[in-house]
């Protein structure tokens, strides 16, 4: 009992760092590249995650957490999947709409429902089902303005939604079948995605911006500005380790929605963004979508909780059964 209860306040910390992190490196981003005219977002999270790689390597110095060895090539490849679909996810919205990224970004969920079912033989109920319809629903009201298809967007959005499927996935599935932590998986990964990024970034934002990183005019408060985002970005890569170990990968991209809608409230309410009743609508449906699925779940890890007790039970039971009978023998 006690186990559990530390395992769900484990799992709350975990996603409220997540939200707290995530929001907080958006309005940051948002103000670097919006504001102060900052455009290399591949290179910007090839820092980010180089930052954290350093910071992990300290914190292992310091006996904060121990390492773990991990075999080569499942890291190398794991590293560089995810390295490649962020670079996807960047290119994706190089190529399509605000509307269609949006689309793209909502695909995720269903994809992973879909890969988890086919592939890992994991079962989703027709409620759990329904809450995340109604999530996705909400959300796509909310943040989708307009649809234009191309066929090269259309294709770099199905890769970026396969290689973001599978990676995070494997992050779960890692975790759980290698017995590392979170802490662990991305202190060996993060190199492997930093390297990915450091060497395609540059290109990819040169291709989508027509600027060259490189010779952009840093300024001191485009500088603080980066660090800072640099200093959020290892709460916001150690928290999406941690909630999808602990987790699974739909919850994580359910948080991911809810998150867009904080990023849409807080955009209104500091920076001044428009917003009008479709927003507010959206927003409203995809809570109540959230909501639904927290129930669902929670209701249903219970169920499964007490049916487990209940065969330990009896196989304790059978157990202690036939040990008396082989002593009166």
Known sequence: MVETSRFQMGVIGAL???VASSVAIVICNKALMSNLGFPFATTLTSWHLMVTFCTLHVAQKFNVFETKS?????????????????GLLNLSLGFNSIGFYQMTKLAIIPFTVLLET???????????????FVLLLGVGIASITDLQLNLVGSVLSLLAIATTCVGQILTNTIQKRLNVSSTQLLYHSAPYQAAILFVSGPLVDQFLTKQNVFAYKY?????AFIILSCLIAVSVNFSTFLVIGKTS????????????CLVLGFGYTLLHDPFTERNIVGILIAIFG???YSYFCTHENKKKQSSDSLTASQDSYTTEFVSMSHEAE
Do not use: R, W
Not at 219 to 223: R, Y
């Open 290 to 292: 959230m909501g639904l």
């Open 219 to 223: 300024s001191a408060v485009v500088s």
């Open 70 to 86: 991990i075999e080569m090539k499942t890291i190398v490849l794991f590293g560089i999947l995810n390295g490649v679909s962020i």
């Open 249 to 260: 990968p739909v919850t994580y991209q359910v948080l991911g929605h809810l998150k867009t």
């Open 118 to 132: 086919a592939f890992l033989k994991k079962q989703f109920s027709q409620k759990i089902k329904l809450s995340l």
């Open 16 to 18: 409220a760092l997540s």
